[in-house]
């Protein structure tokens, strides 16, 4: 016996005052009320109405069982409602991950504004620079810079990380502003360290730039080498000398005259950006809205690699 529809069916007996009237109520014969009222009984072991020839009255018993089961099914109905809304709304908490400098630059102010729209959704940020398993380390997203490596994610471009070449004033008053590239090895680099085998290494560095002429590559001298970019933008702001900075990093600084954006005519590299997620999980109204939210507000364009 399904209790609920017999619990059910018992309170539309009471409120409508009639079988009849209760099997229209539940979509069922009046057959069908009176087996319910009967089993109910049954496995109460208790009788629930006081049944005469023209009407059929609660017992004193079937008096507080009514008012139970009203509460039951109340309490049911709630939480039926409970289950469509998380279905439907964005709610818990979202797991996601993003490199230091664009997490902090980039993703984190435009998260007031998603969890303004979204007042039952909590974030957990976790900023590294390590490529994280979201499946083993149970994250709902990921924002990577650079093209990823193919998997089964779901990978959606939200733009591209580009840099700027900046210098503080004051350094450019001492040593000179280039307007050239090959002006650029009579400056002091900041750089940040790079692995021996690569191109850009401790203590040298090969800045790549793309200009009218073509691409072009300077090797500079590292005067100062730091392992993190809000180190390297203070060294730049104190006058150290020319550094290669991301973009959204340094755009306050040169928007107020801390740093000046040098060599405007040559394009610096810059890397893609994407958010990765499990496509299965893209079912959830929490994590839809959060990758549908990053994307219109960082730009991009869908793709999926495999």
């Given at each position: 016996m399904n209790v609920f529809q017999a619990m059910a069916t018992f309170v539309a007996v009471v409120e409508t005052g009639s079988m009849t009237a209760a099997a229209e109520r539940c979509g069922i014969s009046s057959t069908m009320v009176g087996n319910y009222i009967r089993l109910l009984e049954e496995r109460l072991g208790s009788s629930l109405l006081r049944r005469t020839t023209r009407r059929q009255n609660l017992t004193a018993f079937g008096a507080v069982y009514f008012e139970k089961c009203r509460e039951i099914l109340s309490l049911l109905d709630e939480a039926d409602r409970m289950a469509e809304a998380a279905q439907t709304l964005p709610g818990g908490t979202l797991r996601v991950t993003a490199p230091v400098t664009y997490g902090t630059e980039s993703l984190t102010p435009c998260l007031a504004d998603y969890l303004l729209q979204h007042p039952s959704v909590d974030v957990d940020l976790v900023l590294t620079e390590r490529s994280v398993d979201l499946t083993e380390e149970k994250f709902d997203a990921a924002i990577r810079l650079g093209t990823p490596e193919p998997s089964?994610?779901?990978?959606?471009?939200?733009?591209?990380?580009?840099?700027?070449?900046?210098?503080?004033?004051?350094?450019?008053?001492?040593?000179?502003?280039?307007?050239?590239?090959?002006?650029?090895?009579?400056?002091?680099?900041l750089a940040f360290p790079y692995p021996a085998s690569s191109p850009m290494h401790w203590g040298r560095r090969e800045w790549r730039l793309e200009g009218p002429k073509g691409k072009v590559a300077i090797e500079m001298r590292s005067r100062a080498v730091m392992n993190n970019t809000q180190a390297l933008r203070k060294a730049a702001v104190a006058g150290m000398g020319i550094a290669m900075l991301p973009a959204d990093l340094v755009r306050e600084d040169v928007r107020t005259g801390r740093l000046r954006s040098l060599l405007p005519d040559y394009v610096l590299p810059s890397r893609p950006v994407y958010i990765l997620y499990h496509k299965d999980r893209y079912n959830s109204p929490t994590l839809r809205s959060f990758v549908n939210f990053v994307v219109t507000s960082l730009g991009g364009v869908s793709t999926q690699m495999r």
């Open positions: 089964t994610l779901v990978c959606r471009r939200l733009g591209e990380y580009r840099m700027t070449l900046c210098a503080a004033p004051d350094y450019l008053a001492r040593r000179g502003e280039p307007f050239t590239p090959d002006q650029l090895p009579a400056h002091d680099a």
